[in-house]
């Protein structure tokens, strides 16, 4: 699997870092009735798919990492036991609790973790889960993370990557920057290494696909404009985050929105911690 070095990994993914993204998400899913809709209706899909597998039932216990704002953790709640939801970002878990609270959910719990630094057995949540569950989080970067994240299982994990994630907005960036516009960063490498690490590990992973579009309205913001010029391999370059506000400003309508269109698939990985053996 790709290893980031510690130190980037550290400098990119902090606490304030996706404290900054929190109130973002928030405004998408308060203000964005396409948005939020398209996201519950993922979460349902993932959830019901679990569910008629055997994989998430009502007398399990949940974990849920890098849970974000906790639509998904809802989504997992509504079928199970009971839920921990665990994000690096405090701001993320207040926004999760208050999404929650408002669909009147009360089986779940809320931790904030830098997870990649933590020990499992520390935080009393070795063998402690009956499912653990991640979607698209860099809590589960690199090996130390999957390890992680298997061993708070005794019995189920589930992680659901991006295969295939592109959106109008990135395709502008590009063109605006000279570079391939049909060269999204989301490509389905993450899945596909995550896939082999697990085989070699002596695991047995099954994937589900499911493909999602919609149209969302997104307002211009210096953390939508980072998040492009991410995308574009050019994190950290203030220019050119500049160039992208500036070229976000411009297609804003009259009401100050975007259109953008979103085409995503996502593959959603399922694995038993209890069946294991040698491959070589």
């Not at 990557?161 to 490498?189: C, I, K, N, Q």
């Amino acid at each position: 699997m790709r290893e980031e070095p510690d130190t980037e990994f550290k400098r990119v993914h902090t606490a304030e870092t996706w404290d900054g993204y929190a109130d973002v998400w928030k405004q998408e899913l308060d203000g964005d009735l396409a948005y939020r809709k398209n996201t519950e209706e993922r979460a349902r899909i993932e959830t019901d798919f679990l569910a008629r597998n055997g994989i998430l039932r009502s007398d399990m216990d949940v974990i849920d990492v890098g849970s974000g704002p906790c639509v998904i953790s809802a989504a997992l709640a509504r079928r199970s036991r009971n839920v921990t939801a665990t994000d690096i970002s405090p701001r993320m878990l207040e926004v999760g609790r208050e999404y929650c609270n408002e669909a009147g959910i009360r089986n779940i719990g809320y931790m904030p973790c830098d997870f990649r630094e933590s020990t499992m057995e520390d935080l009393g949540w070795s063998k402690a889960f009956d499912l653990a569950y991640a979607s698209i989080t860099p809590a589960l970067s690199g090996r130390r993370g999957l390890e992680n994240f298997i061993e708070l299982s005794r019995a189920w994990c589930v992680n659901t990557s991006f295969v295939l994630y592109r959106t109008s907005l990135e395709r502008a960036a590009r063109e605006m920057l000279g570079l391939d516009p049909d060269h999204p960063h989301w490509d389905g490498s993450q899945y596909r290494q995550t896939w082999c690490a697990l085989f070699d590990m002596g695991y047995c992973p099954n994937t589900f696909f499911h493909t999602h579009s919609c149209t969302t309205f997104i307002a211009p913001n210096l953390q939508e404009a980072q998040t492009l010029a991410f995308w574009c391999g050019k994190r950290g370059d203030e220019l050119v985050v500049d160039s992208i506000l500036n070229m976000l400003r411009e297609l804003a309508d009259q009401d100050g929105l975007i259109e953008e269109e979103l085409e995503v698939t996502y593959a959603t990985t399922y694995w038993d911690v209890r069946i294991r053996q040698p491959r070589w």
